[in-house]
């Protein structure tokens, strides 16, 4: 279903269509951009091949004063079903212990329930995540902290910034959808990102990217429905020398077009229930994973769109190209 447009959307850049939609569809989006729900969708979704990073129930505290909240699970998470508890018996717990191996003792104690992972071997490497935020992460690697960024605001990689960044986070959270912070496997440094941006369900746009510390690299390609092409593959043509952010480089590495064209199956999944999406996937050891969904790119404010905004503008007419 197409919906009805202004009158001057056709002649509208990219930027103000975003920021007209940004305000339809709300209620579904808000699930999908969910970066703790959409692990549930996945998972009834079952796309063959399509990896997502596991949510961790159990760590290490980097020091002894660390919020016990980052570290238990959620109802959800624990075992057995059946038994379940409410966050208010979680909170009733935490107020009267003081380190994890206490919290998971009175669970088993009192009420029989105990995580779904091995709390004796805790990961060592792994991120702090809000469930709907640009950019919101702790970086833990080797049971050290790495990196503490909310949006473009970075803190110092220290323990006692944890819980700065915490009150910031909830401080400046202005969505409507209730805040959670949650724990997730740690998967790699410097991953290919493959962004796919879609309209009217169909892929438009592939943007390949990754960042080292001195750089970042990116590449861009539009792309051609398989009904376009001889082999009845998608087809990307690169738009050389177009970027999204200002002082990128361009990708040396030439891209697997075998995995793009898995990538974009995967992403006309969650395209079909919108007009605008972006999904977002890494590949790591020959694995393409989830990453998450967006309708707001760069929240509105932090992509230069230039020459790729008018592709995708042209693609996002008043009435769905065939």
Request: proline residues 4%; aromatic residues 14%; contains cysteine.
């Amino acid at each position: 279903m197409v919906l009805q447009k202004p009158s001057k959307w056709n002649d509208m850049n990219l930027n103000d269509k975003l920021r007209w939609y940004a305000k339809k569809d709300n209620d579904i989006k808000n699930i999908y951009a969910d970066k703790y729900k959409i692990k549930f969708i996945l998972k009834q979704m079952s796309l063959p091949g399509l990896h997502y990073a596991k949510t961790i129930t159990h760590v290490k505290p980097i020091q002894s004063s660390s919020d016990l909240k980052f570290i238990v699970p959620y109802e959800m998470e624990l075992e057995p079903r059946e038994n379940q508890i409410t966050a208010k018996n979680i909170n009733d717990i935490i107020e009267n212990v003081n380190s994890p191996e206490k919290f998971w003792a009175v669970l088993k104690e009192k009420y029989n329930i105990y995580p779904n992972n091995a709390i004796n071997s805790p990961p060592s490497s792994y991120i702090y995540k809000l469930n709907l935020g640009w950019n919101t992460m702790i970086f833990i690697n080797n049971n050290r902290i790495a990196k503490i960024v909310s949006g473009t605001k970075e803190f110092e990689p220290i323990s006692d910034n944890i819980e700065k960044w915490k009150n910031y986070v909830v401080k400046h959270y202005v969505k409507k959808i209730p805040i959670k912070f949650f724990i997730e496997e740690f998967i790699g440094y410097d991953l290919k990102v493959y962004e796919i941006f879609c309209i009217y369900g169909k892929p438009r746009l592939c943007s390949v990217y990754y960042e080292t510390s001195g750089a970042m690299f990116e590449s861009n390609y539009t792309i051609k429905s398989s009904d376009e092409s001889e082999d009845g593959k998608l087809n990307l043509e690169l738009l050389k020398g177009h970027f999204l952010f200002e002082g990128s480089v361009e990708l040396k590495h030439t891209i697997n077009n075998d995995i793009v064209n898995q990538i974009c199956d995967y992403a006309k999944k969650f395209a079909s229930y919108f007009e605008f999406v972006r999904v977002d996937f890494y590949v790591h050891k020959k694995k393409i994973y989830f990453s998450e969904c967006t309708f707001k790119p760069g929240n509105l404010k932090n992509i230069k769109w230039r020459y790729i905004g008018q592709v995708l503008s042209n693609c996002w007419t008043s009435k769905a190209l065939a």
